[in-house]
DNA sequence: TTAATATTGTGAAATTGTTCACAAGTTTGA
DNA sequence: TCAAACTTGTGAACAATTTCACAATATTAA
């Protein structure tokens, strides 16, 4: 009798490593929503959940959820859905939500002043241990139990406390110079508010929040409505 | 002599109601970016832009420009490029930004008193006229020169003051209420700050700013720096 | 034990979005 | 007047993304 052929049965790398494949912007703001709609599950008791349930939670369809998801492993079992809690951590882990970031905010103004203040940032992991500014009035006084650094220390400061991850709340005419400092202190990831275009180099991830194009987005579905759009 | 056959010279319709073609949301997007490239064009003096030239605001190629701008009409002059003024009125009209908006905000905290404060947004033609709230030390007072009214009153205020758009800056366990209060008004077009998924019927367009989601989105790209990525 | 039902994971098909490539038209300079 | 240099507008090719469809597997109930 000849002896059975083993199962290769190591654990299965993700079809994203696999493939070399490329997960799309769109995918990993999906990700997001899942990880929202899970935390809604996991409060109300859900064990286990199916693509179904959740492609609810966002106006997607099922397959988009599995499809998303295999992109990173096979989380679910046939017949039965995903396991709540565990595919939470699993996404958290994706996300990089698993741990704590240090983040450094730059431009204390109205938009500044509203995030230091907003308590789930912690929660999530986003702590703002620095804060920077380049008025006189501002600068070295307590902001919220944070103290305005002069924007001027801005590199050093970034190095000398590790900080992972800026958010820039100044006027549009000061972004790209206050970036270039930020990018020169090493720092890989920028939150951007100012409604600009900002050059940042291939290895630096620059996110922008521009109200104005999303109220720009809203005037045109205004102006629009009635003819056949996408959206 | 036979009379020469007359050249049809009706105003050419735009590509978009011509095919029933669909405007895509990346369209509409690229569009408020060209808008602002223009601008800037314009304040040095340009009378003519290329596609090329404007394609370069925006990391985007001459041929997504023209593509993009092709779906409203032929703005362009073959050989010479795009008028500036003419081309950015044009985006304008398209936009809905050649007149103004009535827009009320619900929720007078630290995102609505920052966006209250905001000079930029009237200078685009959208004026804040109504703010509301539900928190008494709130309600009746001033706020930069705006009257806050009780949420209570919101639908009929809405109608009265004939609001076109409304922004939601209350918490997110209030979002949906407040927004069907919106919808039963017949306000169109809604402005959510509030990180989470709100319903909202298909007439309604809804535009989600999602602070959270875009740090995740960061958080994500420093966890899987060097990893083959598609942005 | 079996049938009926549920649900994942994933190639393949369909759809949507982007880039190419070039004819057509404009300008500039000799 | 002509040629060289530009640049638009757009069909067609290509690429990316989403949806479909179904085999594989688990659960439940009789
Ligand atoms: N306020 C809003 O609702 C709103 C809406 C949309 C976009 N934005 C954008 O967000 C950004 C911030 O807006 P805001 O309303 O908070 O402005 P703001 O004027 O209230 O605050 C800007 C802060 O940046 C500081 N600053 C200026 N130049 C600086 C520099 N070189 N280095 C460090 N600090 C500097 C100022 O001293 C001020 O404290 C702007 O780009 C604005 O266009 C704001
Ligand atoms: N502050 C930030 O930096 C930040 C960042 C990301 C997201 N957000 C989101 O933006 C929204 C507003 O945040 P905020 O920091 O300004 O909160 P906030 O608590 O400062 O302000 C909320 C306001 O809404 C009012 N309100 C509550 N329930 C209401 C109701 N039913 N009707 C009318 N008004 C009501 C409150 O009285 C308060 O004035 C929240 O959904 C928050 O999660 C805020």
């Known amino acids: 009798m000849r002896s059975m052929v083993r199962q290769a049965h ?3 790398e993700s079809h994203a490593r696999l ?9 990993v703001r999906r990700l997001s929503l899942y990880y929202r709609g899970l935390s ?6 859900y064990k286990t959940i199916s693509s179904k349930d959740l492609a609810k939670e966002g106006r997607l369809t099922p397959a988009q959820v599995r499809k998303d998801l295999s992109f990173f492993g096979s989380f679910g079992t046939r017949g039965l859905g995903y396991p709540v809690k565990e595919l939470k951590e699993k996404i958290a882990r994706i996300l990089g939500l698993n741990r704590t970031w240090n983040v450094a905010l730059v431009g204390v103004g109205n ?3 509203a995030l230091v203040s907003y308590k789930e940032f912690p929660k999530q992991g986003f702590n703002i241990k620095l804060l920077f500014d380049n008025d006189q009035r501002k600068i070295n006084k307590n902001h919220k ?11 050093s400061k970034l190095k000398e406390h590790k900080i992972d991850l800026v958010i820039l709340a100044v006027p549009a005419s000061a972004a790209q110079a206050v970036t270039d400092d930020v990018v020169s202190a090493g720092v890989k990831s ?7 275009h900002i050059k940042v180099p291939d290895d630096v991830t620059l996110r922008s929040v521009n109200m104005a194009m999303e ?3 809203l005037s045109f579905s205004l ?9």
């Open 10 to 12: 190591h654990k299965k």
């Open 190 to 196: 920028i939150l951007n508010f100012a409604p600009t």
């Open 145 to 155: 139990g944070i103290q305005v650094f002069d924007v001027k220390d801005l590199a």
């Open 215 to 217: 109220l720009e987005h």
């Open 19 to 27: 493939t070399g494949g490329r997960v799309s912007e769109s995918t």
């Open 223 to 231: 102006v629009n409505k009635g003819y056949p759009l996408k959206f």
């Open 111 to 113: 938009v500044g002043s």
């Open 40 to 45: 809604t599950f996991e409060r109300e008791g």
